[in-house]
């Protein structure tokens, strides 16, 4: 039995659908009348065409929009920025207690998730090798110790400060 091949004239593709190719086929379907009022329909009511709402939709599961989106993001972000895994992350969050490094409290005052501190000597800037990572810190304690420069020496004369001016 001979197989069917498109009815458009030059083109020698396999039969798809109403003795078209595919290529053909699809190339049809866009111009019909039927298919442009349902586009139309579709667009109204959603305000953008079908494909760009699939894509989007795409975008925001890979961008976090959802929840296994935002943790395959955190996943991405402290694996690049610091070059620890989550798994490395509740390591370290279990070692010192399950808090911050410097006040133990759980999370950040504004909610947020304790950030991690690493040695600014080995790696200047936001990014860190993944080996000089010293612990995890809320907020305060971070800026805190940025604020100092990391700087045990001033960290130490703010304590004496501290202890002298206290009533």
């Known amino acids: 039995m ?6 458009v004239e030059e083109c020698d593709r396999p039969h798809y659908g109403k003795g078209l190719c595919e290529r053909c086929y699809n190339a ?4 019909t009348p039927e298919y442009k009022a349902a586009h139309r329909v579709y667009q109204a009511a959603y305000g953008v065409r079908p494909h760009a709402a699939a894509a989007r939709r795409a975008r925001n599961v890979s961008r976090g929009a959802t929840a296994e989106g935002k943790a395959a993001e955190r996943a991405r972000d402290i694996l690049r920025k610091y070059g620890i895994t989550p798994a490395d992350y509740d390591a370290i969050l279990i070692a010192q207690g399950g808090g911050c490094a410097g006040c133990g409290a759980a999370t ?20 860190s090798c993944g080996k000089c990572v010293r612990g995890l810190l809320c907020t305060n304690c971070n800026r805190g110790l940025g604020r100092l420069a990391d700087d045990p020496a001033r960290l130490s004369r703010l304590i004496d400060y501290l202890d002298r001016t206290s009533r």
């Open 2 to 7: 001979a197989q069917r091949t498109c009815s």
């Open 28 to 31: 049809a379907r866009r111009v």
């Open 108 to 127: 950040s005052r504004d909610g947020r998730r304790l950030a991690v501190d690493h040695d600014h000597r080995c790696c200047p800037g936001s990014r």
